[in-house]
Structure formats: C-alpha cells, structure tokens
C-alpha cells in the first residue's frame, strides 16, 4: 500500500507525529428547505459556528426563503407527508390537520429545550454578525424583493456573489 492510497487530512510534522487538522474558519450554510425540519439545522448549526468564532453567511433560497419572509417566517411548518422521519404513513401526514399537529408538538418540545422561533433565531445570529442573503434566482421566481425580506436580510446576491463570498470556507447544504 502506498501513501497515496492511504489518504488522510492530517500530514506529520517534522517529528512524525500526525498534525492535527487545519480549523474550519468560515462556512456558508445554504437553507433552501422550507419546513421547520429543513430551516432549524442551519440555524443550529449557525449559531454553533458564531459561538465558535467561525464567520458565518447563511443564503436563503427556493422555500427556504420562507424563513426570512415578513409574512411567512412565523408560520413555518413541520413536513409530515413523505418525510420518513415522522414514521408516519405518508397517507397519514397527508390527512388535514396533520402538520399542524406535528408543527405544534414539535413547537413544544423546543420551547421545553429553550429553542427560540425562527423569526427569534434569525434575528440572534444576525446579532452576532453573521451574513444573511437571500438568493437572486429565487427571489425572481418568486416575485420576492427586499422589502418582502426581514430586515436582517443584508441582500439579494447571485449565486456568483455567494461563492465569491464562501470562497475560502466550507460550504453546508441543510
């Protein structure tokens, strides 16, 4: 077996002993999801990532965008039909009043863990400095523009703008 085909991260340092790995310094997080499944991980993990001292941009885009909505962000739901982890039947979750019913059962166990809403969580990471974007494309899809966006929505870029921007860091897709 060669070293080329035993690829690590790490490399040793003069003495042999392996390094350890360089540490994550910036992330873009992409949310394009708009149940309350698919826009929490990337606030959680956001929020992680500030607390860390790691530079953050977040990029709203498709449903995801929802979570930074004036209208919309407060009423985000959980997905119940056909998301396998609801265990549910997917004829199930699609009976009227399902979502509401999971949306609210969920609502509670994360006010119990102390887990602010989205509209809440938003505006805590912007407070901490991140960046948070809404997608160009999307927002032309959708007939959104700024004014239908959170104030904590820096702007409106293109996909070219967002890689510019992540350039150098890890990119996260939620």
Known sequence: ??????HTDTHPDAAGAPSRPEPITKVS?????GSLDGVYPGLIM??????????????????????VHRKRSEHIKAAT????????????????????????????KMTALD????PEFIEFISDTGAGIYGCQLACDMFGFTQDDLVDQVQDIITVGEFYEMAAGGEIIFT
């Open 46 to 67: 956001a929020s992680g990532a500030r607390a860390e001292g790691i530079e953050v941009n977040l990029f709203f885009t498709f449903f995801g965008l929802d979570a």
């Open 81 to 108: 039909v056909g998301n396998p982890g609801m265990h549910m039947a997917t004829v199930v979750g699609a009976l009227p009043g399902m979502s509401a019913i999971a949306t609210h059962m969920m609502e509670k």
């Open 115 to 118: 887990i602010p809403s989205v």
């Open 29 to 33: 997080i992409v949310i394009s999801k």
């Open 1 to 6: 077996m060669t070293d080329a085909d035993t």
